[in-house]
């Protein structure tokens, strides 16, 4: 769990790369290139578990997200190293330069989304972790308003997906990031943040309703 958390924090902290600097965003790659094998260490049992068991429509979506995250996450690395500036300045290849710049964005946004939508499929079991450690539960206004929270969070992530031209670096309409004059580090993390919890609340609901589903069809 430190690790998801920790690996949370740096990505979020990659995606503000104009306001940290080339220099902050390099050390924070190399940050979540161990914490990424840290991850892949800590949940082999995962991976050896791929060719066992029956694949339920949940599971290979979640198959499927994880293998993208791979992808993207590898591409991110290679192409960094192509494009870097500092820590790898001396593997840097002119030659090839703008289209690694580009693969770079592409992988960047695409693994922030996969990545968010990771934690989506995951958050029930943060939840149970979260009720199991509680003395009781939460009252029902309390949750009430965690769920209009939640709400508010949704509506506001994607104004802000649309807003901060998403669509443009995910499908490479656009080769290079842009922010509103008066954005401010604090602005950008908020949207990050909220786009974060867009997609995780959509991979959550996505995932709940293939699970219920295949009960539905089990039960049949």
């Not at 924070?28 to 990424?36: K, P, Q, V």
């Not at 450690?133 to 939640?150: D, G, H, Y």
Request: charged letters at 15%; aromatic letters at 16%.
């Amino acid at each position: 769990m430190a690790v998801d958390i920790l690996m949370t924090a740096v990505l979020l902290g990659l995606m503000t790369y104009s306001f940290i600097g080339e220099k902050a965003h390099e050390r924070l790659g190399m940050a979540m290139f161990f914490l990424f094998i840290l991850h892949l260490i800590l949940n082999r049992s995962w991976f050896l578990g791929l060719g066992r068991g029956k694949y339920t429509p949940y599971r290979v979506f979640q198959t499927m997200i994880t293998i993208l995250i791979f992808s993207t996450m590898i591409g991110s690395m290679v192409s960094g190293i192509l494009i870097s500036q500092y820590l790898f300045s001396g593997w840097t290849q002119r030659n090839v330069y703008e289209a690694a710049a580009m693969a770079h964005l592409f992988c960047a946004y695409w693994g922030f989304i996969l990545m968010s939508a990771h934690i989506g499929l995951h958050w029930r079991m943060i939840q149970g972790i979260m009720k199991s450690r509680m003395s009781k539960e939460l009252p029902p206004v309390i949750q009430w308003i965690l769920r209009i929270f939640a709400a508010g969070v949704v509506v506001y992530g994607a104004y802000a997906f649309f807003h901060n031209r998403y669509p443009s670096y995910l499908f490479l309409k656009t080769h290079f990031v842009m922010y509103d004059f008066d954005a401010t580090l604090g602005s950008v993390l908020f949207d990050e943040i909220t786009v974060m919890g867009l997609f995780l609340c959509l991979a959550y609901t996505a995932g709940g309703v293939l699970q219920r589903i295949w009960k539905r069809k089990g039960e049949k």
